[in-house]
């Protein structure tokens, strides 16, 4: 391979890594991808949001996820024993983001965002990056291994900022020893594709997450299947069987809201197993290297997140550091203080949906559902009381959606309304997901 000098290298070819390639080949910056085709046929993060139809658009892709996907147009929650149901519309989005989103089947669509770099000009290794941790100024930083740079045909002494898309498996924080701040949850999930699994409670294409008497589950339409899992905690899962497959099939069984929809179903694919939901990296950037999408931090697969935080992710990098000109790279301090720019946007992200997921954990989004529902049956001047609802629930969507989930205004909407307007309705408590907190968690709150 011929002596090759990126300004950019990006290591992992997942959601993140190929949509900052694709953006980089857009403005015309040299971008290297390692890519070692290792990933799973089943992956989390079927299930998308309004929020990154704009990157698609952006990429030039939206016609060709829309043919593989199926459309989304909200999503519904269910509280089983005979508890409430909410059926979220990503109509309430309009006038500020596209008002459907995709469920796409994985790995299809990461084939997919890779194509899309590769004809916009991005060039791909197929080689795991080998890399090497080490220090400049106090600050840690990180390289390619000479072998590496030999099999990616790089010039020796070729200076690159290295983006870490690598995923869970945060290649560069292992590496560089960094630490991470765990956020609540102690989960485990299962998860698999049905046929014939009835899906016949909501509109074709709504998701539907379930607060189960154990945990919750999720139910994804994909093309000619249903995605199902289920999410509890790790002692719970104990208690279901010895085997994934055992465990899925346990908690179908157990639970009601399942269970009566799976009469006919047949497992088509191996059970996936999935842990450490919560995790965000100490720290995003240093000399030369920066991290994007999980690899940065995942937040959680309740309200499906995590794909939107790596896309719009990679958008924001390409936003902060590259819009400014592929000359920043060589500006030592400049690039710094942009990276750091997005760094802390990135956390802003994290902490704004690690509060939303909490409402809906902790039961407080039901009650503000039910308070809403009983405020708007009751007679006031003017209405008051019914647009009052339709305010709330159009930022609630809108914040679940991935448009106004750092608004400031939205967010303390959130906080006034479960504070001061949820008389007459049952405690947050009977509504909650409550298993899975880290035991540290659970002594700090009591």
């Known amino acids: 391979m011929s002596q090759v000098s990126p300004q950019v290298v990006v290591v992992g070819a997942g959601p ?28 989390v993060g079927e299930s998308l949001i309004p929020g990154v139809v704009p990157v698609f658009q952006q990429l030039g892709i939206e016609d ?33 983001l596209p008002t459907y989103a995709f469920n796409t089947p994985r790995p299809e669509f990461d084939h997919l965002l890779r194509s899309r770099a590769e004809e916009l000009g991005a060039t791909f290794v197929h080689a795991r990056a080998e890399l090497e941790a080490g220090t400049h100024n106090s600050e840690p930083t990180i390289q390619l291994s000479a ?12 200076k690159s900022l290295l983006v870490d898309c690598t995923g869970r498996s945060r290649a560069f924080a292992r590496t560089m020893k960094l630490g991470a701040e765990k956020g609540e949850r102690d989960d485990i999930a299962y998860f698999a594709h049905f046929e014939d699994f009835d899906h016949d409670e909501v509109e074709p294409g709504q998701v539907i997450i379930s ?46 809201l ?7 179903a047949r497992r088509i694919t191996p059970v996936m197993t999935y842990t450490n939901y919560q995790l965000l990296t100490e720290r995003g950037h240093g000399p ?27 958008q924001q990098l390409d936003q902060w550091v590259f819009r400014q000109g592929v000359e920043i790279l060589n500006q030592p301090e400049k690039l710094a203080a942009a990276l750091n720019q997005y760094s802390k946007r990135i956390v802003h ?33 003017l209405n008051l009381a019914s647009r009052m609802e339709r305010h709330s629930t159009r930022h609630i969507a809108s914040m679940a959606s991935g448009g106004w989930t750092c608004s400031r205004y939205s967010r303390g909407l959130m906080r006034f309304l479960s504070r001061y307007l949820v008389w007459d309705v049952p405690d947050a408590a009977e509504f909650a997901v409550q298993s899975g907190l880290r035991q540290d968690v659970v002594a700090k709150a009591a």
Request: proline share 7%.
């Open 211 to 256: 607060v189960l008497r154990a945990g919750w589950s999720w139910r994804i339409p994909l093309p000619g299947r249903l995605s199902v899992g289920i999410v509890v905690s790790k002692e719970h899962a104990k208690t279901l069987g010895d085997t994934p497959e055992e465990r899925l099939a346990a908690a179908i069984r157990q639970e009601p």
């Open 147 to 158: 072998r590496s740079r030999e099999v990616a045909g790089l010039k020796p002494d070729a």
């Open 288 to 314: 030369g290297w920066v991290l994007c999408g999980d690899a940065f931090g995942f937040v959680d697969p309740m309200l499906s997140p995590g794909l939107f935080m790596s896309l719009v992710g990679a």
């Open 64 to 96: 060709r996820v829309a043919q593989m996907a199926t459309r989304k147009p909200g999503a519904s929650f269910f509280v089983t024993d005979g508890g409430p149901r909410m059926h979220f519309s990503f109509k309430n989005v309009e006038g500020h």
């Open 16 to 43: 993140a890594g190929c949509t900052l390639a694709a953006l980089l080949a857009q403005r015309g910056i040299p971008c290297l991808v390692f890519d070692d085709d290792k990933r799973p046929d089943l992956l």
């Open 349 to 381: 992200w994290h902490r704004s949906w690690q509060e939303l997921v909490r409402y809906f954990y902790d039961g407080r989004i039901f009650r503000i559902h039910l308070a809403g529902k009983n405020l708007s049956m009751r007679p006031s001047p």
């Open 258 to 264: 399942l269970a009566a929809k799976a009469t006919r």
